[in-house]
């Protein structure tokens, strides 16, 4: 049984590889799942992109630079719409582009101490304005503004007036407790809380257990959520402007390598422990269709680590070794399959795999001699 996934896939570096396929029923027989190579696109494009987003009512697609501050919008042809770089001068300064993507159609970056700017054309033409003082700790793999009725929701930063030891176990007990997403009224500006960890998380113990990388996924009323460094994800519904906890739902991944958690008094240990190794993590979750599919890589064992020894290719023999799979679910969290592989040696090797929504099958990227290639696979 062949599988729709009707997303992009976002490659750190390089750009990856998206999926897309047809569905068949079948009583009796056992259901599997592929990913097979169906289609290509060249840009004429010289340099290294990865693609982050696609706009299916204009059918465009946006790519950059692993910094975000340089990017391309193209249309299913490979034809360059638009080539722009962000400036720190002038009269719309991008000083920090910490997140890049669509937002109803307009190239949006996460732009602090501002907040999220909205381009056409290169053009500035809107600001979505963050009313406090906050600091950010990480670029954002994956956009996360969307709107709903009067609300705008994004990912919430951390506040300055929440006052903690950073160098101390008390900034990750803090970090776990943060609002994950806000939600700001269009009109008057006002901003409130709308989604955070269940208190039944492991996060929310009294170990340190990493820095989490909040990736979240819309599907109609019902958000998925991954925290990259577990094997997990959480389920919310969307009730009015909040979002009510579900489920937890368990990734079955054979060999997965966790972190190594340890006690909040001692965040020393924590880097001293899990740098002999490469942790697994679940990089996204997407919606095809009938099913879900959680994006992940399993890690690799201290042995492992040891057997490939210092980095001197910038990290591609890690990276070899560390593909990234998918584990296929129904609707209902069960999950149907796992390791199921990514095709192209050039897209699976990449550590960062995101991934956005789309309404239309389409395209997995990568550069190709002195083209980008865009792929469309089943």
Request: charged content about 20%.
């Amino acid at each position: 049984m062949k599988l729709n996934l009707t997303q992009l896939v976002l490659v750190q570096f390089f750009l990856a590889l998206l999926s897309c396929g047809e569905k068949t029923e079948s009583i009796s027989a056992p259901k599997s799942f592929s990913l097979e190579i169906t289609d290509s696109v060249q840009i004429d494009f010289l340099g290294e992109m990865m693609l982050l987003d696609y706009d299916p009512n204009a059918e465009k697609y946006l790519l950059a630079t692993d910094s975000y501050h340089e990017y391309l919008e193209v249309d299913g042809k490979g034809v360059i719409l638009n080539h722009h770089k962000f400036s720190e001068d002038g009269i719309d300064p991008v000083g920090q582009a910490l997140g890049l993507g669509y937002f109803n159609g307009d190239v949006t970056v996460f732009n602090p101490p501002k907040g999220y700017y909205r381009f056409q054309d290169s053009t500035k033409v809107g600001e979505i304005t963050i009313p406090y003082s906050y600091q950010v700790f990480m670029q954002y793999p994956k956009l996360g503004v969307f709107e709903s009725g009067n609300k705008i929701y994004y990912p919430k930063p951390w506040q300055e007036s929440l006052v903690v030891n950073m160098a101390e176990g008390e900034f990750y007990h803090a970090l776990y407790r943060l609002p994950i997403i806000e939600s700001q009224d269009k009109i008057t500006g006002d901003t409130l809380a709308a989604l955070s960890l269940p208190k039944t998380s492991d996060l929310l113990g009294d170990q340190i257990h990493g820095f989490p990388i909040p990736i979240y996924t819309m599907d109609k009323d019902k958000l998925l959520l991954s925290m990259w460094f577990e094997p997990r994800f959480y389920v919310y519904n969307k009730v009015g402007d909040q979002f009510d906890y579900e489920k937890t739902v368990d990734v079955n991944i054979p060999d997965w390598i966790p972190y190594t958690p340890v006690p909040l008094d001692r965040p020393e240990q924590f880097f001293a422990e899990n740098q002999k190794k490469a942790p697994g993590n679940l990089t996204n979750m997407l919606v095809s269709g009938d099913y879900y599919i959680a994006v992940y890589n399993k890690g690799l064992s201290e042995t492992q680590v040891t057997e490939l020894g210092p980095p001197n290719d910038g990290g591609l023999a890690k990276r070899k070794k560390n593909p990234n799979f998918a584990a296929i679910f129904d609707k209902d969290f069960n999950q149907l399959a796992t390791n199921v592989p990514f095709l192209l040696p050039a897209i699976s090797q990449w550590w960062s795999t995101m991934a956005v929504n789309w309404l239309c099958p389409k395209l997995r990227a990568y550069p190709k001699q002195r083209m980008m290639g865009l792929y469309f696979i089943n």
